[in-house]
């Protein structure tokens, strides 16, 4: 192995009192050579992305280096005054971040922003700072750099705007790239993109890349080595191939047996009687314009025709703005659709008035993607399930028997119905979400990405018990995600989603085994550590 | 619990809150320290403060007493504020919630309405207010509060808009529950922190109108109040400032009171923002 | 060019606003105890029915009150203000006599209290939490809870009658005929302490939001990769957070721009300023409603073309707003 650029010698990270641990980073020990890529993985909370701040020295005023070295080309970052620190940054070590449409000013051009970074470091002219600009924008592969460096930050898409960013961190050709999180919000297929522009970039460049994830599939796609991070320590850390086929330590094995494999189990047979037909559901929106003029007009779901089998899941599966929540919010009628007909038990749902959707409701019940959003922060856990049963004429104090019940249903402690939202955990609160939608006992669970805002260990944990639960009460299930390895792990149909519009459907195991459609395969193809995925799943087997 | 606590730990928001005490312990004292009218004649006119200790601070130009006027205004002053501040929160709640949760045509009505009342300057219509009904101390209360409820109808609904998507909203919807419900029992109680503490802003506002228009002698003559006061030491700026400055930094205190303590009210509901 | 359009069609947006203040303001002048004739009749000291009847006739208010506020529309459009009984003039033409120094005041107010809460503003912002902060915030809270008229009182009496450095009211000097500079120096000395006294709580305003604005654009992301590219922290202030903490100061003025007009009634009272306030406040004093409705109508002008060059100003500081439609 070449020298390394940086190394952490026993870095601690002190957290202000009354944070939940004393140290964001304890005794943490690693180094990264020039020419390699290490991944840094963790779940939320493990002091990652705390990490990267460290190196930059650009920790939160009350959260201080304690102890430790952070030797770059063989000076100590630790011992750096600011005026050092400022010509390390942009120039010896640069950054790029999760979110590229908040990391950008917005008042800003994009060619100014990356433009700053040579004014800031080197006493270029105008005119060739303008034409190295626009270089690098050239080098990142946006289309048409001369319109993007005159570009503002929100007339970009996701994927141009981390390009900018990418290209705006590499301008000076740093040593080390550190890059947090920078494909998480993003679209699968976008997301592939981005991954194999940092892998080339930094193969041409030789630059030395630490990658902080969360997902092991980006470890299998991109990483040389892999620091396995939990609570603030390094818990395992070696070769790619090393931690991600052979792990050592539980915390790790654990995490990699998380990861959903991307084969769909063997189907399941199917009820040939359907309990929900959505037939020819249309919606459109039209936002601005004023009296009519300048109106822009989005289908945002395009004559959309589905059959859910009684007891079975049907997984709509599509990238953002793909239509697929507004589907989903149609099906339960939070949105009117324009068109269509969506026939429940042999009802139109999509005709029945606001009064009757209210009496009928509980026959088709919804759970939602934010554990944190979708809980009346000041309503105790036991009254949020209650709600429903009590709405529809149970009376209150059966109601809130029955919801303890519901509690050990779904894997909570029934004298935690006492407790207020913000004392439980994400996937905690995604039970009682669960719950508050099994309350009622509905025949239809409409699931709007329900397990995408949980860590790796959580979601197996939700999905294990949706599974359950569909067993054990007769659910059919509509699960709407933007993650393909979720969608193969519990639905035995699958709807991908584009542009308003379903391209392919069919059984879980034809469509991720064969897909047809080119959309479905670029989809698949975009999952990142696809080897991986399969290899792994045959490891499990 | 944990608010109240964090209200405590801040110095500002303890003495806001000990200022505004003050304040109504002397409006409620007034009437066992003062026992005669406030506005009646009580001895020779101009007075300098504390040169006579039957006046402490002193007699205005028609030698009434300028203590008991101060601690009879501070009566005036927070009633007018108070229940001011009560019609302009309650009109404000209104016509936000409705306006943010139903939005469409209903939005565009009330917001419309609200756009008028902004566009008009509100002292301008306070004074119109008063040229049409009179400067009575109901009218000119009321005139304050129909003048106020503008801005916290905006908060309202910026509020409402805001929740009005958030999932455990459209979780009550999809648990059948009605309109009205959901208004009240679910996104009013997330609403109200922020407009509540607005209404220590109002509160201020409210104060500081009536004051001026008492100052300009369009508020009731015939109750002891601080902008009257002031209104009348104007006559004798020139030596007698006295009259004029004692009752102004009352007012000075009152409001200050108010503020202090709906900051310090902020601080302790929304902690997440003064912990940067 | 889009910027315009966009302007301008919020200005068009503003007409039926407009007119419902007109309709409602002349609805509940209708309420009024007493009409122009009543003014009119005891400005002249009285006279007999009569008479009274043929002036009401002559102005219109025999009619039945939707006529008349079809009539008094209609007027409008040709922008005929009416006749203010008590000056004897067009109501058009005394309102005009009375905006400049209106303007004059608010402007300089305005400019005032923008400058110093910006720069305040940003003085406490970077030293968040220390004394500079602590002294500034203290100053501003106090500011905010000051009358303004009891300041501008005791500003007479500080500046006026004790040091004799500033004059205590009036527009210019009467006394002297002046022309050229030294009269626009008469006009400036007469307009500092009206100035002041109204720029206050707005300066306080300004000054809080600014802190407010600052502290929230700091914690941005952009911000962290602007510090991640090696600027210092001043740059980083000025290239990156004073633009985008700008932004809700610029709103504000359009939010507190009927504010400010209203504070002006106050302040000119207190200074004897021959400006639109005093006006104000006079037609109320003589109840000389047709001035009053004219300057319910000509404020809300003010307050929308406000609102129109705040919008443009807007626009050009945040390209964002051309994309929104």
Request: glycine share 8%.
């Amino acid at each position: 192995m070449s020298e390394a650029i940086l190394s952490l010698e026993r870095l601690s990270v002190r957290l202000p009192e009354g944070a939940d641990r004393p140290h964001a980073l304890s005794d943490v020990s690693l180094s990264i050579a020039s020419n390699e890529i290490l991944c840094v993985v963790g779940e939320s909370g493990s002091g990652k992305s705390m990490m990267a701040n460290a190196i930059m020295r650009l920790l939160p005023n009350e959260v201080k280096i304690e102890n430790g070295r952070m030797l770059f080309e063989g000076r100590d970052l630790c011992a750096a005054d600011t005026a050092e620190m400022r010509e390390v940054r942009g120039a010896g070590i640069a950054m790029i971040f999760q979110e590229p449409m908040t990391a950008l000013n917005p008042l800003r051009t994009i060619g100014d922003q990356i433009g700053e970074m040579f004014s800031i470091h080197t006493g270029l002219s105008n005119a060739e700072i303008n034409a190295r600009v626009l270089a690098l924008l050239a080098d990142v592969r946006i289309p048409d750099p001369k319109l993007a460096a005159k570009a503002y930050p929100h007339e970009l898409s996701g994927g141009q705007r981390q390009r900018a960013m990418i290209a705006m961190a590499l301008a000076l050709d740093p040593k080390l790239l550190i890059a947090d999180e920078p494909t998480t919000a993003l679209d699968v297929t976008t997301q592939a993109q981005i991954l194999k522009l940092i892998r080339d970039l930094q193969q041409r460049k030789k630059t030395a890349v630490l990658f902080i994830t969360h997902d092991f599939g980006v470890v299998a796609e991109i990483a040389d080595r892999v620091v396995v991070m939990q609570h603030g320590r390094i818990v395992e850390q070696g070769t790619a191939n090393e931690v991600l086929h052979h792990p050592v330590h539980p915390y790790t094995r654990q995490l990699i047996a998380a990861v959903p494999p991307l084969k769909a189990p063997p189907p399941r047979p199917l009820s040939s009687e359907n309990i929900l037909t959505i037939a020819s559901v249309s919606k459109t929106y039209r936002t601005g314009g004023f009296l009519g003029r300048g109106a822009r007009v989005t289908a945002a779901v395009k004559d959309t025709s589905l059959d859910l089998p009684k007891g079975a899941t049907l997984g709509i599966v599509g990238e953002s703005g793909s239509g697929k929540s507004t589907l989903a919010r149609c099906i339960v009628r939070l949105i009117d659709p324009d068109t269509g007909s969506i026939v429940l038990n042999g009802k139109d749902w999509a005709k029945l008035s606001r009064e009757e959707v209210r009496r009928e409701t509980r026959h088709i019940q919804m759970v939602f993607q934010d554990p944190f959003a979708s809980l009346n922060p000041r309503r105790k856990a036991a009254e949020l399930v209650a709600q429903g049963p009590i709405v529809h004429g149970t009376p209150r104090v059966t109601a809130i028997a029955e919801a303890r019940k519901l509690f050990e249903l779904v894997g909570l402690d029934p004298s935690a119905g006492d407790r207020y939202p913000h004392e439980f955990s994400g996937g905690q609160r995604q039970r009682i979400g669960l719950a508050r939608a099994l309350a009622l006992k509905p025949e239809v669970l409409v699931a709007d990405e329900p397990v995408s805002a949980l860590d790796v260990s959580v979601q197996a944990q939700v999905l294990k018990l949706l599974a359950d639960l569909r067993q054990r009460l007769g659910l059919s299930i509509i699960f709407i995600t933007h993650d393909l390895r979720v969608a193969a792990q519990i639905c035995d149909l699958v709807a991908v989603m584009k542009d308003g519009a379903v391209v392919e459907h069919g059984l879980a195991t034809e469509v991720f085994g064969k897909p047809k459609h080119p959309y479905t395969q670029a989809l698949l193809d975009s999952i990142p550590g696809g080897e991986f995925a399969r290899e792994h799943d045959t490891a499990a087997e | 619990m944990d608010a109240l606590k964090r209200y405590f730990r801040s110095p500002a928001a303890v003495i806001g809150l000990i200022l505004l005490l003050v304040v109504i312990a002397m409006a409620v004292s007034a009437g066992f320290l003062y026992t005669r009218d406030p506005l009646s004649l009580a001895g020779r006119p101009l007075i300098w403060p504390f040169s006579n200790p039957r006046f402490l601070l002193g007699t205005d130009n028609s030698g009434r007493d300028i203590a008991a006027q101060i601690f009879y205004g501070a009566r005036i002053s927070l009633l007018i504020g108070g229940v001011a501040t009560a019609i302009a929160i309650l009109i404000g709640i209104l016509v936000g919630a409705f306006a943010g949760y139903y939005g469409g045509w209903v939005d565009n009505v009330l917001m419309r309405i609200t756009e008028a009342f902004q566009t008009l300057p509100n002292f301008v219509l306070l004074l119109v207010l008063v040229a049409v009904f009179g400067s009575t101390l109901t009218t000119v209360t009321i005139a304050v509060g129909v003048v106020s409820w503008p801005a916290p109808a905006r908060l309202t609904r910026a509020e409402f808009l805001s929740l009005r998507n958030r999932e455990f909203v459209q979780a009550g919807r999809t648990l059948g529950m009605r309109d009205i419900k959901i208004i009240l029992g679910e996104i009013l109680p997330n609403a109200l922190p922020p407009v509540i503490v607005y209404a220590s802003v109002v509160m201020a506002v409210a104060i500081l109108l009536e004051s001026a228009l008492a100052f300009l002698r369009l508020s009731d003559p015939n109750v002891a109040s601080w902008g009257n006061l002031i209104g009348l030491g104007r006559d004798v700026l020139r030596v007698q400032w006295y009259v004029s400055a004692i009752p102004g930094i009352a007012i000075l205190v009152t409001v200050l009171a108010v503020s202090l303590v709906g900051q310090g009210l902020n601080d302790a509901l929304n902690p997440r923002l003064k912990s940067r | 060019m889009r910027i315009l359009s966009l302007a301008g069609r919020r200005l068009a947006a503003s007409i039926p606003t407009l007119f419902l203040i007109l309709i409602g303001v002349f609805l509940l002048l209708q309420m009024a105890p007493g009409d122009t004739v009543d003014a009119l009749m005891a400005q002249m000291g009285g006279g007999d029915a009569a008479s009274a009847r043929e002036l009401r006739q002559f102005y219109g208010l025999d009619l039945s009150i939707p006529m008349q506020l079809a009539n008094y529309l209609w007027r409008l459009v040709r922008l005929d203000l009416g006749f203010s009984s008590i000056y004897g003039k067009p109501v058009a033409s005394v309102i005009l006599e009375r905006l400049p120094p209106t303007i004059l005041l608010m402007t300089a107010s305005l400019s005032f209290a923008f400058f110093f809460g910006l720069v305040f503003g940003v003085i406490a912002a970077r030293g968040v939490n220390r004394w500079p902060d602590t002294l500034i915030s203290t100053l501003g809270l106090i500011f905010y809870a000051t009358p303004s008229f009891w300041f501008g009182l005791m500003a007479i009496v500080v500046f006026s009658v004790y040091l004799q450095w500033l004059p205590s009211g009036g527009f210019e000097d009467i006394g002297t005929v002046q022309s050229g500079v030294w009269r626009v120096l008469d006009i400036a000395s007469h307009l500092v302490l009206p100035t002041l006294t109204l720029g206050l709580i707005f300066l306080a305003i300004y000054l809080r939001i600014m802190r407010a604005s600052m502290l929230e654009v700091l914690n941005l992301d952009f911000v962290r990769t602007a510090r991640a590219k090696g600027l210092d922290e001043t740059h980083v202030v000025t290239r990156h957070v004073l633009r985008n903490a700008l932004l809700p100061m610029v709103t504000l003025i359009g939010l507190q721009a009927g504010t400010m007009l209203g504070g002006s009634v106050v302040v000119e009272s207190v200074f004897s300023l021959p400006g639109l306030g005093r006006l104000a406040y006079e037609s109320v004093v003589q109840r000389d409603l047709n001035t009053l409705l004219g300057i319910v109508f000509v404020s809300a002008l003010l307050v929308i073309v406000v609102n129109f060059v705040v919008d443009l100003l807007y626009a050009r500081l945040d390209p964002r707003i051309q994309a929104d439609g």
